[in-house]
Every structure is written in C-alpha cells, then in structure tokens.
C-alpha cells in the first residue's frame, strides 16, 4: 500500500486564498479553525463506546429535540474554537436558541464574518456507530464592521455564502467544501491528524440511481413525492432506482454526490416543512450541491434563492444529481 503525494488542507486553503475577492486572510483562519474543531470532535465521535458520551443529555434543544451528549459536546468545541481564535463576529447553531455575537479582544466587532452550524448532523446515529457530520456555512456580514452583529447578518438568502461545507465521521473522516471555485474532499489522516487532498473537484454525476428518503413517513408525503417514488421503483429503461437512506444528511449527500443520487426530505413529515433548517442544512448543502454541478430545490424553488425570515426556519428539501431533482420537480408541478 502507498500513500498519495498529496496537498494538505491547510497548503489548499492558503493556496486558493487568491480566489476569494477579499483576500485577507480571514476566511483561510476561519476554515483553518473550523478544521481543529472538527478534528476534537472526531477524536471524541471515535471514541464515543469508551467514553462517557454516548446517549440522551437529558435536555431538549430550541426545536424540541433531545439532545445527545455528543450533540453538545460539538456545538461547544465548534463555539469555542470560533471564538477563541477571534476570528468571527458571530455564531448561530442549530443547537442554541439565539445567535452568539463573539467580541475581538484586539478591535471590538473587528471580524467581517459570521457562521452558522449544525454542529452533529444525524445524532440518532451515533449510538449504534454510524456516520455523523457537521455542516458550516459562513457569510460575510451585511452590518458594518465595528458595529454590534444583529440577526440580519445570520438571516442571508443562501447565494450569498462565501464559504460552507460538511464533515463525515464515517469509516474515514472527510471534510468537503467550497468557496464558490468548485467543490474539493479532504480525508483525515488519523496518524498524523491532518486532512490530505483525497477528492479534487469533485461533481455529481448528472443522473443518478440512488434515492434516499425516508419512506417510514409515506402516507404523510405530498402526491408529487409519492409520484416520484413510484416512477423510481418502477421496471423501464434504467429503473428501478435503488433505494439507500443513512439518516445522517451528510452521509446520505455524501455518497449521492459520489454516485449520483437525490435526497429528499418532504413538506408533511414532522412539520408543514419536514425537518430541514435552511440556514445550518439545507443552505450550505444546496451550495456544495450547485458548486458540484448538481441542484437543490424545496420542490419547486431554488433552495439559494429562499429569503430566510428565522434562525431556525424549516424547508422541504430536493437535492441531488441535476436531472433526479429536475424530474421530481416536475412530479411536483402537476
Ligand atoms: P439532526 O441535525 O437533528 O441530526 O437532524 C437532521 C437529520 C438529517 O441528518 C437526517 O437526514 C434526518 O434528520 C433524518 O430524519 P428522520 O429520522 O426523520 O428520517
Ligand atoms: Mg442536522
């Protein structure tokens, strides 16, 4: 066995600095503390049977969801890091209720950015030793610098993320994102705790064959959906489709975006409007989905176009290869 030659992440974030338009540097110390953070968290998600982590914290989160240990072992570390280092105004999590405005001690307010984070993605996962993630979203802030951060800068239509990507905690660790100059995959080398270059530009294919939804909540699916299934299970051309949900969104995109595939959580589940948040999920994904040549739409919209109204704002959810999520959009249509 030989390992690649390959660049580091930190090589490739200072490498395409150049790419951003307000090259200085602030958005390279931004990834670079979003990497530590995911780091601690993967030790921890590793060691999760031999540590005192696994299981309920006993508390409900701001949507009414029990939170795991390991749910608020992340959100602190992602908090911590961000602020410590200075090297944001802000910071709103799925797992917190309000935004938390982090002050520079050097030049009060100084940071243009701010960052949004589903710190463990698929948390029921993580007491039977399957993949979690984290996804991050960052945006410049819309507010002058200097001043106090106010929800306006976290409530930003998606097409304006300067930076998002996930983690999978998975039989490897990998981080995936972008910049707005296509999509790139990191693998963590355990050894050494470094992420090497693993999946350069990375694109969904244009048509896939996996669906991934959840189909325990059929009855509640709006018919376009239902429609759409069927088309999928049905025996002509290149189908039946294949059927793969993980219930980790992160993992489930992952290998859609290897493989070609669409990922759907519809309206009429748990809420008029599923269970995706727009800011911490759906957003940042919808971002790596377009950077890689695919689509994420909530049915009939572009999910990039949506102008969010709340932190916690929930969106049904369509994303994949391009032509999947084109043909159940037209299901939806009729
Ligand atoms: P979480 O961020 O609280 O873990 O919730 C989001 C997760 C997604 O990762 C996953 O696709 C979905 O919820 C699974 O939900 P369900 O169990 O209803 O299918
Ligand atoms: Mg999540």
Do not use: W
Not at 14 to 20: E, G, L, N, T
Not at 60 to 65: A, K, S
Not at 88 to 109: H, Y
Not at 198 to 215: A, L, Q
């Amino acid at each position: 066995m030989t390992l690649k030659p390959v660049q580091t992440l930190g090589e490739f974030i200072i490498d395409r600095q150049d790419h951003f338009k307000y090259a200085t540097g602030e958005l390279s110390r931004i990834l670079s503390a979003i990497r530590l953070a995911t780091k601690i968290v993967n030790n921890h998600v590793n060691m999760a049977g031999l540590l005192d982590i696994l299981g309920d914290h006993g508390e409900e989160n701001v949507q009414g969801e029990k939170q795991q240990k390991l749910d608020v072992f992340a959100n602190n570390i992602f908090i911590n890091t961000l602020s410590q280092r200075e090297v944001v105004c802000g910071v709103a999590s799925e797992e917190n209720e309000d935004f938390i405005a982090i002050k520079s001690s050097k030049n009060q307010d100084s940071s243009k950015y701010v960052v949004l984070i589903d710190p463990l993605d698929g948390s029921s996962n993580i007491d039977v030793n399957v993949s979690v993630g984290t996804i991050f979203s960052i945006y410049r802030r819309v507010t002058p610098s200097g001043t106090p951060v106010t929800l306006e800068d976290f409530l930003q239509p998606g097409h304006k993320q300067v930076a998002a990507g996930y983690v999978v905690y998975g039989t490897s660790t990998i981080l995936v994102y972008t910049t707005g100059h296509g999509v790139n995959g990191f693998t963590l080398n355990p050894g050494v705790g470094v992420f090497f270059l693993s999946h350069p530009d990375m694109r969904f294919p244009e048509k896939g064959k996996i669906y991934s939804i959840n189909e325990g909540n059929y009855s509640k699916f709006p018919t376009g959906v239902k429609k759409y299934l069927k088309y999928c299970q049905e025996v002509e051309g290149d189908r039946p489709y294949t059927s793969r949900y993980i219930g980790s969104l992160c993992s489930d995109f992952h290998r859609n975006l290897l493989k070609g595939g669409i990922y759907i959580y519809p309206s009429g589940t748990n809420s008029p409007n599923g269970k995706l948040r727009l800011l911490y999920e759906c957003n940042p994904m919808a971002f790596i989905a377009e950077q890689a040549g695919g689509k994420a739409s909530d049915g009939y919209r572009r999910i990039l176009d949506i102008e969010p109204t709340s932190l916690h704002q929930r969106v049904p959810f369509f994303c994949g290869s391009k032509d999947m999520v084109e043909k159940v959009e037209e299901f939806m249509k009729e």
